[in-house]
Protein backbone atom coordinates (compact mmCIF):
# COMPACT_ATOMS: atom_id res chain seq x y z
CA UNK A 1 0.00 0.00 0.00
CA UNK A 2 1.61 3.52 -0.98
CA UNK A 3 1.41 5.88 2.05
CA UNK A 4 -0.75 8.33 -0.15
CA UNK A 5 -2.38 9.59 3.27
CA UNK A 6 1.27 10.59 4.57
CA UNK A 7 1.86 12.25 1.52
CA UNK A 8 -1.15 14.36 1.64
CA UNK A 9 -0.55 15.24 5.54
CA UNK A 10 3.32 16.15 4.64
CA UNK A 11 2.77 18.97 1.97
CA UNK A 12 -0.31 19.80 3.83
CA UNK A 13 1.52 20.82 6.96
CA UNK A 14 4.18 22.42 4.43
CA UNK A 15 1.43 24.78 3.16
CA UNK A 16 1.08 23.60 -0.59
CA UNK A 17 -2.78 22.43 -1.46
CA UNK A 18 -2.85 19.38 -2.30
CA UNK A 19 -5.37 17.81 -5.20
CA UNK A 20 -5.74 14.49 -6.98
CA UNK A 21 -7.06 11.10 -5.83
CA UNK A 22 -4.80 8.04 -5.96
CA UNK A 23 -0.77 7.82 -5.07
CA UNK A 24 -0.66 10.50 -8.31
CA UNK A 25 -1.24 14.23 -7.20
CA UNK A 26 -0.09 17.87 -7.74
CA UNK A 27 1.20 20.08 -4.53
CA UNK A 28 0.04 23.83 -5.29
CA UNK A 29 2.06 26.53 -3.20
CA UNK A 30 2.76 30.09 -4.69
CA UNK A 31 4.54 29.64 -7.97
CA UNK A 32 5.78 26.34 -7.42
CA UNK A 33 4.10 23.03 -8.62
CA UNK A 34 4.93 19.48 -7.42
CA UNK A 35 3.86 16.41 -8.82
CA UNK A 36 3.64 13.82 -5.87
CA UNK A 37 3.79 9.63 -6.49
CA UNK A 38 3.46 7.96 -3.66
CA UNK A 39 5.20 4.80 -4.18
CA UNK A 40 4.09 1.32 -2.12
CA UNK A 41 6.97 -0.81 -1.31
CA UNK A 42 6.97 -2.99 -4.18
CA UNK A 43 6.78 0.51 -7.05
CA UNK A 44 9.98 1.85 -4.98
CA UNK A 45 12.32 -0.90 -4.83
CA UNK A 46 10.83 -2.57 -8.72
CA UNK A 47 11.37 1.03 -10.25
CA UNK A 48 7.65 1.91 -11.52
CA UNK A 49 7.32 3.22 -14.74
CA UNK A 50 5.77 6.19 -13.98
CA UNK A 51 9.49 7.55 -13.05
CA UNK A 52 9.96 8.10 -16.75
CA UNK A 53 6.00 9.39 -17.23
CA UNK A 54 5.83 6.23 -20.10
CA UNK A 55 8.88 8.06 -22.21
CA UNK A 56 7.16 11.59 -22.42
CA UNK A 57 8.41 14.56 -21.19
CA UNK A 58 6.31 15.85 -17.55
CA UNK A 59 5.00 19.38 -17.68
CA UNK A 60 6.47 19.52 -14.05
CA UNK A 61 9.91 20.00 -13.40
CA UNK A 62 10.02 19.30 -9.52
CA UNK A 63 8.53 15.88 -8.34
CA UNK A 64 8.46 14.16 -5.31
CA UNK A 65 8.14 10.67 -4.67
CA UNK A 66 7.16 8.99 -1.32
CA UNK A 67 7.87 5.99 -0.10
CA UNK A 68 8.38 4.43 3.02
CA UNK A 69 11.75 4.75 4.68
CA UNK A 70 13.13 1.57 4.40
CA UNK A 71 12.90 1.81 0.90
CA UNK A 72 14.79 5.10 0.30
CA UNK A 73 18.45 3.71 -0.61
CA UNK A 74 16.54 1.74 -3.32
CA UNK A 75 14.53 3.96 -4.37
CA UNK A 76 17.50 6.65 -4.77
CA UNK A 77 19.57 4.37 -6.47
CA UNK A 78 17.18 4.05 -9.16
CA UNK A 79 16.42 7.45 -9.42
CA UNK A 80 19.84 8.38 -10.32
CA UNK A 81 20.60 5.81 -12.46
CA UNK A 82 17.94 7.17 -15.15
CA UNK A 83 18.21 10.41 -16.99
CA UNK A 84 15.19 12.24 -15.85
CA UNK A 85 14.03 15.31 -17.37
CA UNK A 86 13.08 16.78 -13.78
CA UNK A 87 14.09 17.95 -10.38
CA UNK A 88 13.26 15.14 -7.94
CA UNK A 89 13.19 14.16 -4.13
CA UNK A 90 12.52 10.88 -2.02
CA UNK A 91 10.29 11.53 1.16
CA UNK A 92 10.61 8.43 3.50
CA UNK A 93 7.52 7.79 5.98
CA UNK A 94 8.42 5.57 8.94
CA UNK A 95 5.03 2.79 8.35
CA UNK A 96 4.42 3.02 12.27
CA UNK A 97 2.89 5.91 12.46
CA UNK A 98 4.17 9.42 13.66
CA UNK A 99 5.00 12.77 11.84
CA UNK A 100 8.94 11.97 11.41
CA UNK A 101 9.95 11.69 7.89
CA UNK A 102 12.93 11.62 6.13
CA UNK A 103 14.18 13.86 2.89
CA UNK A 104 16.53 12.90 0.18
CA UNK A 105 17.05 15.37 -2.69
CA UNK A 106 18.42 14.76 -5.99
CA UNK A 107 18.54 16.28 -9.49
CA UNK A 108 18.65 14.89 -13.18
CA UNK A 109 18.94 17.43 -15.99
Known amino acids: MPPVQEARSI ?8 SGDGPDMLAERKWRTVQVT ?3 SREATNC ?3 FTD ?6 YRLRC ?4 DDHISALRERLRGIDL ?3 WAI ?3 SD ?14
Request: charged residues 15%; negative net charge.
Open 11 to 18: FGQLGYTV
Open 48 to 50: RPA
Open 65 to 68: FVTW
Open 85 to 87: PYE
Open 96 to 109: NGGDDYEVVRGTNT
Open 54 to 59: GGTETQ
Open 38 to 40: ALS
Open 91 to 93: IGV
